[in-house]
């Protein structure tokens, strides 16, 4: 097979956008997000898959509002859950590879070194364990996939932190940020180039089995949520930025309703192993958004 045709799900989110331009140059690509497709309706995923037919389905879409799942919980799981399910469903009917994105908060964050995919999860709420869900469900299917685990994931549109600290920084003089949450900044934009990198190297969806699994995919190194907003207040010109401190406080002292891990590092070893593919150092993605 030359030419797959690829459906995308979820085309306006960060990594969704990003994937329309880097799949784009891989074969026929279907983009659609609601309201088109109404991701809590069965029926009506069913009917986009059966419409495109595709060799290759791609689920970017996510309910992401993490301390809402709190209090949103069917709707977060309806779309973190049951919509991934059945993505698999319909990919194991049709002999399709679905490409599914997961989070680093299925782990609990108790870990001192990097997470591997066979550490056992223990997801700390709503959102994480609706993610979790999907995962479970994916792989109970037995459809040819490839899931993503990502890690605190910004790009230069959206909604993320990069652009929350770039916002605040022209406004106010000095920032309080986590420094006790520790993680991997991953930029968008090499999500979508890692995961088009990946598939390139899948022969045939249909016979992608050897491949399937979950797949740790985020930026080499590691910084606190303190260490990543004095990275981007540095990068940003002075003459345009307010802010003159970044004061690092403990989690207690920034409550939310959702209990965050305390360690995300992931080791993205098997994810090179496998496709030879690692992603740069996230300061150097950082600078890379920015300049871009």
């Known amino acids: 097979m030359l030419i797959p045709k690829i459906l995308l799900f979820g085309k306006v989110g960060q990594v969704g956008w990003e994937l329309r331009r880097t799949l784009a140059s891989m074969g026929r690509v279907v983009c659609v997000d609601y309201p088109d497709v109404d991701f809590t309706t069965p029926d009506s995923i069913r009917r ?13 879409d996510a309910y992401t509002a993490v301390d809402k799942a709190e209090s949103e919980l069917a709707l977060a799981t309806k779309i973190n859950a049951a919509a991934p399910g059945i993505m698999a469903d319909e990919a194991k009917k049709r002999r399709a590879l679905l490409v599914h994105y997961s989070t680093d908060y299925v782990f609990d964050g108790s870990k001192t070194t990097p997470y591997v995919e ?3 999860p223990n997801p700390l709420g709503a959102y994480a364990r609706t993610k979790l869900a999907a995962d479970e469900a994916i792989q109970a299917s037995d459809c040819n996939h490839l899931i993503f685990r990502l890690c605190w994931v910004y790009g230069a549109r959206g909604a993320n932190f990069m652009l929350t600290m770039q916002r605040l920084a022209r406004e106010r003089e000095k920032l ?5 949450q520790v993680g991997c900044p991953t930029w968008s934009r090499m999500i979508a180039e890692t995961t088009a990198h990946a598939l390139r190297q899948v022969r045939h969806p249909a016979d992608a089995h050897d491949l399937s699994g979950v797949y740790h995919l985020c930026a080499s190194g590691q910084t606190s949520w303190h260490g990543f907003a ?11 930025r307010k802010c003159r401190d970044v004061e690092a406080i403990t989690s207690a002292e920034y409550p939310t309703p959702t ?3 305390a360690y995300s590092v992931m080791s993205c070893a098997k994810l ?3 496709f030879g593919l690692r992603l740069p150092d996230w300061h150097d993605s950082l600078r890379h958004v920015v300049e871009a």
Do not use: C, F, G, S
């Not at 004095?230 to 345009?240: F, G, R, S």
């Open 48 to 60: 986009h898959i059966a419409d495109a037919a595709p060799d290759i389905i791609v689920n970017a």
């Open 118 to 120: 066979t550490d056992a």
């Open 272 to 274: 090179e192993k496998t």
């Open 230 to 240: 004095q990275a981007i207040v540095d990068l940003l010109p002075v003459e345009t």
């Open 259 to 261: 209990k965050r891990p």
């Open 176 to 180: 309080r940020v986590v420094a006790d």
